[in-house]
């Protein structure tokens, strides 16, 4: 048997813990063999010795993350326990001598480092450098939006263009809202709130609000796109699978010779009427192999939300495949 006490310093045990010892119990949960009692900065560690020094090993990059990050969520500690993502983020600072600022995408507003995360997700960044259209596609959670926002603020601060406009199509997911109250802002903003809360992220609020009052930072439904020159500007066109052929085609004339854009989109979540059809994919397919345009496919792999979501994920993607088995069994019948 090996006993281990650990003396928290430098960050708050409270943070580290989580609320109700939530992230101390996800631990005691992947190592049920040892015990684990937290009390104030001490953490008591008992087992038998290689788990011991394993749990001692993932509290000791909690800690880390918990500096780096300024933040530690339930979903990091399960990544730091598979070895997910969390554990590539601490790996590669620690290869950078801990310069986290090196590699950031841009820092948020308590100073957090907003970093690409995975694989795909450093791809889409590096793919900017070199591409002035990106369309980047794949599941839920994958990062796309974040990423892209973070990229198109970046492009802001460091004056590479002169302002920012994101869009999409104001669709219903699968629901009718009926009439909304208010103003036309009031009206279309439920729509484009995940755009909104990305940026409430990356930038403080009385910043963001003069960025918003001066036009410099544009959050607009994509047919207000129509008739416009979008030039010397990062624009982003989000949930792009619920946009017609007609409507892509629309945006992409408008930009002007000095802008960048990032389209994203999730074939699996079409919420356009049945009658119409998405142009994401066939704008794709149209537009490959043209130099400046690229591609990118994130999968689950990428998915940096609570860790039920890549299983989810999976799991309708297998059942889709079964129902398209299926009917094609049924039509050779």
Known sequence: MSEIELTILDVDPRDLYGEKNSKINILKNAYPEV??????????IKGEKKSTQ?????????VKLL????????????DLIKGSHAQDYLLEEEQEGGKSSSTAIVHGRSGRPIKAKTRNQKK??????????IFATGPAGTGKTYTAVALAVRALKNKIVRKIILTRPAVEAGENLGFLPGDLKDKIDPYLRPLYDALDDMLPPDKLNYFMDNRIIEVAPLAFMR???LDDAFIILDEA????????KMFLTRLGPTAKCIITGDMSQIDLPRNQKSGLAKAIRLLNNIEGISNL???????????????????YDQSDRENEE?????SKQ
């Open 297 to 315: 496919e994130l999968t689950t792999e990428d998915v940096v939300r609570h860790r039920l979501v890549k299983a989810i994920i999976q799991r």
């Open 35 to 44: 015990s684990i009692t937290s009390r104030g900065q001490k953490i008591k």
């Open 227 to 229: 008739g416009r020159t």
């Open 67 to 78: 500096k780096l990050q300024k933040k530690l969520s339930n979903n990091d500690v399960e």
């Open 124 to 133: 889409l960044v590096t793919l900017t450098e070199t591409n002035d259209i």
């Open 241 to 248: 699978q619920n946009a017609t052929s007609l409507q892509i």
């Open 54 to 62: 394993d749990v001692k090993g993932k509290l000791e990059s909690m």
């Open 326 to 330: 299926h009917k094609n069994d049924k």
